[in-house]
């Protein structure tokens, strides 16, 4: 899982180089409104760095794929991919992109790479995705990506003091 390529994007393993852009990303509120409260310095590198080994099949800390623009190499945002801890056949995905990007069909075009190589590298049978209920554009990619919802976990995550629903969702490989 080195290197992945879309039609308009590359995604390669997160580095040392990408941490500016990985700190951006939990820190910026139209990011992580649906997805956590915003971490501090000290726990965004912790998360970094837990990112930055190589990761092989089936590593349990979480594969880091940095997304960029193919004909700009410009940095948009980042995905990746953990084994589950219950089914070594089973994996979570996860994304999040610069607000700058949203909307262009870069989170769908990423995730169904990720998959495909995923589903053709990996000895996986389905793949998961937790959203935060009211995270309409996130669970639009996930269905453009061929993702079914198949659970609502209530009032299983807080964010800034408030309940929300974990909708999981799924792709069978």
């Known amino acids: ?102 909307g262009k069909g870069y989170g769908t075009e990423s995730l169904i790479t990720l998959i495909q190589h995923a589903a053709n590298q990996l000895p996986i049978t389905i793949v998961n995705a937790i959203v935060t209920d009211g995270n309409v554009a996130s669970c639009k990619v996930l269905e453009k990506a061929g993702f079914s919802l198949k659970e609502r976990e209530k009032n299983a995550y807080q964010i800034g003091g408030k309940y929300y629903d974990d909708l999981i969702y799924c792709y069978q490989v």
Request: a negative charge.
């Open 1 to 102: 899982m080195n290197h992945l390529e879309s039609k308009q994007l590359v995604m390669n393993p997160i580095t040392a180089k990408d941490w500016s852009l990985f700190e951006r990303l939990h820190q910026d509120d139209e990011v992580i409104r649906y997805a956590f409260d915003k971490p501090t310095t000290d726990d965004i590198r912790q998360r970094f760095e837990s990112r930055l080994p190589v990761w092989r099949w089936p590593d349990k800390h979480w594969l880091c794929l940095v997304i960029r623009e193919k004909t700009t190499g410009e940095a948009i945002g980042v995905t990746g991919l953990c084994v589950s801890e219950q089914n070594q056949q089973q994996v979570e995905v996860g994304y999040l992109l610069l607000p700058e990007f949203h």
